[in-house]
């Protein structure tokens, strides 16, 4: 199914009548409806609360995490995925799509090539070296290069805008097959995950954070849910809207004081860096960012 602008500045989309492949569809996955789709500028938004999930399982219908600049093609492809009876969440921007990933844990992630924070084919190479999740890239960089770029660094799948619906859902389970049986095939032993992050480490599965002599540090759950979201951005600055998310369980508002008394009260906490540095830096009408010793080389050269 094609997703088309249309004159009321939505989208819209038309499934061509083929009774022998509806029949087919219908019975592998009982979830999908067929039909015409009308999607306007201004849909019923629904708010997303994140909670820590899982790693992947085989499920039919695969959680996925949509990485889009675009509003309105980000809010179309939401309402499509979700009336197929897919759970999926949206991120704005690289940083925030990394944050995410950490709470939401997807089964498949769709990436733009085009975002406003960070280069599309840098955030896939992120994705892929974390080798935790599917990707299809979704992006208008139709030119052969492009692909064959995308799918060297890791993307699993490639579309171009706008992508036809019912293609993208076979795609998207298509991949969740394959990264599900490859992990199968592995057979990866459960390795506790822990983050090195200048003088902390942070161990991810017991959720504790410790200096590098040894000392624990006393988080509250909130502050830990910061803290991680902070670090899976990797130095890239994460909104407080996603922090809000991510640690309080709650969208922000803009007269909302509560993640900036939140990160107050973390960075009192931590330690400081090798220069004598706070680790959590802010960014001006932007959110915060973890200060990574990479980072800190970076803003030293500039």
Same mark, same amino acid.
């Given at each position: 199914?094609?997703?088309?602008?249309?004159?009321?500045?939505?989208?819209?989309?038309?499934?061509?009548?083929?009774?022998?492949?509806?029949?087919?569809?219908?019975?592998?996955?009982?979830?999908?409806?067929?039909?015409?789709?009308?999607?306007?500028?201004?849909?019923?938004?629904?708010?997303?609360?994140?909670?820590?999930?899982?790693?992947?399982?085989?499920?039919?219908?695969?959680?996925?995490?949509?990485?889009?600049?675009?509003?309105?093609?980000? =809010? &179309? *492809?939401?309402? @499509?995925?979700?009336? +197929?009876?897919?759970?999926?969440?949206? !991120? #704005?921007?690289? $940083?925030?799509?990394?944050?995410?990933?950490?709470?939401?844990?997807?089964?498949?992630?769709?990436?733009?090539?085009?975002?406003?924070?960070?280069?599309?084919?840098?955030?896939?190479?992120?994705?892929?070296?974390?080798?935790?999740?599917?990707?299809?890239?979704?992006?208008?960089?139709?030119?052969?290069?492009?692909?064959?770029?995308?799918?060297?660094?890791?993307?699993?799948?490639?579309?171009?805008?706008?992508?036809?619906?019912?293609?993208?859902?076979?795609?998207?389970?298509?991949?969740?097959?394959?990264?599900?049986?490859?992990?199968?095939?592995?057979?990866?032993?459960?390795?506790?995950?822990?983050?090195?992050?200048?003088?902390?480490?942070?161990?991810?599965?017991?959720?504790?954070?410790?200096?590098?002599?040894?000392?624990? =540090? &006393? *988080?509250?759950? @909130?502050?830990?849910? +910061?803290?991680?979201?902070?670090?899976? !951005? #990797?130095?890239? $600055?994460?909104?407080?809207?996603?922090?809000?998310?991510?640690?309080?369980?709650?969208?922000?508002?803009?007269?909302?004081?509560?993640?900036?008394?939140?990160?107050?009260?973390?960075?009192?906490?931590?330690?400081?860096?090798?220069?004598?540095?706070?680790?959590?830096?802010?960014?001006?009408?932007?959110?915060?960012?973890?200060?990574?010793?990479?980072?800190?080389?970076?803003?030293?050269?500039?």
């Amino acid at each position: 199914m094609e997703l088309r602008p249309t004159a009321e500045a939505g989208w819209a989309g038309h499934a061509e009548p083929n009774n022998s492949l509806q029949k087919k569809l219908a019975f592998l996955h009982p979830n999908l409806r067929f039909g015409d789709i009308s999607i306007c500028n201004k849909p019923r938004l629904r708010q997303v609360k994140v909670e820590p999930m899982p790693k992947c399982e085989m499920t039919s219908n695969p959680r996925v995490l949509l990485i889009e600049g675009d509003k309105t093609t980000a =809010l &179309a *492809l939401l309402r @499509s995925m979700e009336q +197929a009876g897919l759970t999926a969440v949206w !991120a #704005g921007t690289g $940083a925030d799509g990394l944050a995410l990933k950490a709470q939401f844990m997807p089964h498949v992630v769709l990436t733009d090539l085009t975002l406003p924070d960070t280069s599309g084919m840098s955030l896939l190479t992120r994705l892929a070296g974390q080798r935790d999740c599917g990707i299809i890239v979704i992006s208008d960089m139709s030119e052969e290069a492009d692909r064959i770029i995308a799918l060297e660094l890791g993307a699993d799948d490639y579309m171009a805008k706008p992508p036809g619906l019912r293609e993208l859902l076979a795609r998207i389970r298509a991949v969740h097959r394959r990264i599900s049986a490859r992990a199968e095939a592995r057979a990866i032993p459960v390795v506790v995950p822990v983050l090195k992050v200048g003088p902390i480490r942070i161990n991810l599965s017991h959720r504790t954070v410790h200096t590098e002599d040894g000392r624990k =540090l &006393a *988080l509250t759950s @909130s502050e830990f849910n +910061a803290l991680e979201a902070l670090a899976a !951005a #990797g130095g890239m $600055a994460v909104s407080r809207d996603t922090l809000s998310q991510a640690a309080l369980r709650r969208p922000w508002q803009p007269e909302d004081r509560s993640v900036d008394q939140l990160v107050f009260g973390l960075r009192q906490k931590l330690p400081v860096d090798e220069s004598g540095g706070v680790l959590i830096q802010s960014v001006r009408g932007s959110g915060y960012w973890l200060r990574t010793p990479e980072r800190a080389d970076m803003n030293a050269m500039a």
